[in-house]
T-cell receptor
Framework: GAGVSQSPRYKVAKRGQDVALRCDPI?????LFWYQQALGQGPEFLTY????????KSGLPSDRFFAERPEGSVSTLKIQRTQQEDSAVYLC??????????????FGQGTRLTVV | QKEVEQNSGPLSVPEGAIASLNCTYSDRGSQSFFWYRQYSGKSPELIMSIYSNGDKEDGRFTAQLNKASQYVSLLIRDSQPSDSATYLC??????FGTGTSLTVIP
């Protein structure tokens, strides 16, 4: 595709519900990042994939958060037993580079999650 | 101490003026630095990347990096109302600042 695509754009979940957020990176991009952005804040790093390998998941806030990229392309961020504090915009970005220090990333439009 | 610090602003400049946005970072070993622009309700959009000490110019934008001082800045010349947005400084692709809100007054 022409850009990074995320779905759904908006998700309302009841507290305790599980949700799955999808990211389609730019075709051929090796690196994929997930971020959480609260209102008025900058993106907070969650996790990083290089192809199908999850090289860093240090930003995942709890074991309720899980991400995968099984075939090195599409990625899914799953949140189990959602809590109100999980309400935020979840951003996905991809890059053609293979190193986090020399790569320019391009963002999708984000998924706004609201937990009620 | 946060990894990346930015003055949250808001910063207001008149149309045609130079806007100066600043960022400091804590990890002296950091190698890559990025400036993103984010309009309200939209996702971040890459403006500039810089990897070496000194200046890098692209059109009306100039990024400046000083690794000894752990400081990176973005200058916007001939500011336009369409430049009004939040500007995010990022170190590597892991650490983002909270952003500086810029308003360009016509």
């Amino acid at each position: 595709g022409a850009g990074v695509s995320q779905s759904p754009r908006y998700k309302v979940a009841k507290r305790g519900q599980d949700v799955a957020l999808r990211c389609d990176p730019i075709s051929g991009h090796v690196s994929l990042f997930w971020y959480q952005q609260a209102l008025g804040q900058g993106p907070e790093f969650l996790t990083y994939f290089q192809n199908e390998a999850q090289l860093d998941k240090s930003g995942l806030p709890s074991d309720r958060f899980f991400a995968e990229r099984p075939e090195g392309s599409v990625s899914t961020l799953k949140i189990q037993r959602t809590q109100q504090e999980d309400s935020a915009v979840y951003l996905c970005a991809s890059s053609s580079g293979t190193g986090v220090e020399d790569t320019e990333a391009f963002f999708g439009q984000g998924t706004r999650l609201t937990v009620v | 101490q946060k990894e990346v610090e930015q003055n949250s602003g808001p910063l207001s400049v008149p149309e045609g003026a130079i806007a100066s946005l600043n960022c400091t970072y804590s990890d002296r070993g950091s190698q890559s630095f990025f400036w993103y622009r984010q309009y309200s309700g939209k996702s971040p959009e890459l403006i500039m990347s810089i990897y070496s000490n000194g200046d890098k110019e692209d059109g009306r934008f100039t990024a400046q990096l000083n690794k000894a001082s752990q400081y990176v800045s973005l200058l916007i010349r001939d500011s336009q109302p369409s430049d009004s947005a939040t500007y995010l400084c990022a170190v590597n692709q892991f650490y983002f600042g909270t952003g500086t809100s810029l308003t360009v007054i016509p």
